[in-house]
Every structure is written in structure tokens, then in C-alpha cells.
Nanobody, 113 residues
């Protein structure tokens, strides 16, 4: 299983960014994928998850600002982030669940100033 994130970078507060997670070797059907983030000195936290049926869930801190979506034809999961705030600065990781959250990407840095 391989997960590759892209789309991170620096953005000003109030701006938007879209992260992508291309996955391979993973049977998505019946499972779910998610985005997590970890800021310096803080624990990793869940940001958003999406099931193969399209059901979604979000952390309270990002509800109404972030949207997780999937493109099954491209084996890609996206995280659209709007109205970014400095506290959204973190390394963002894509993960795939099979039993537990067993598969992780290398992460992509998002910096909001």
C-alpha cells in the first residue's frame, strides 16, 4: 500500500489550499480513508475521514471550512481547506484504514501565516 500526499505549502490566513492523496495497493471498498495533522509539540489529530460510500466526518475545529472528497476513478482522496487559520499550520498526513489506521503517507506541510 502506498499513499502519496501533495498540495501543501505556505498560504496566508483566510486563503485556501487543496491537498491530494493518491493511493495504490489498497482496496478502498468497505473501508475508509482520512486526513490527520500534527503541529510541532502537539499530538497527531484527526481532521476528516471519508468512507468508500462517501460518508464523511470532521473534527469540530475544521467543520464548515474543510471538505474531504474522493475520486474513485483516480484512486485519490482530497482535502479542500478554506478560510485557513494560523492554527491550521501542521504536517498533514493521509491514512488508510484496514482494521486500524495501518497505512500512512509521508505527509505534506501546510503553513498558514
Amino acid at each position: 500500500v502506498q499513499l502519496v500526499e501533495s498540495g501543501g505549502g505556505s498560504v496566508q490566513a483566510g486563503g485556501s489550499q487543496r491537498l491530494s492523496c493518491a493511493f495504490s495497493g489498497y482496496t478502498y471498498s468497505g473501508h475508509c480513508m482520512g486526513w490527520f495533522r500534527q503541529a510541532p509539540g502537539k499530538e497527531r489529530e484527526g481532521v476528516a475521514i471519508i468512507g468508500s460510500s462517501g460518508s464523511t466526518g470532521y473534527a469540530d475545529s475544521v467543520k464548515g471550512r474543510f471538505t474531504i472528497s474522493q475520486d474513485n476513478a483516480k484512486n485519490t482522496v482530497y482535502l479542500q481547506m478554506n478560510d485557513l487559520k494560523p492554527e491550521d499550520t501542521a504536517m498533514y498526513y493521509c491514512a488508510a484504514k484496514s482494521g486500524g489506521w495501518n497505512y500512512w503517507g509521508q505527509g505534506t506541510q501546510v503553513t498558514v501565516s
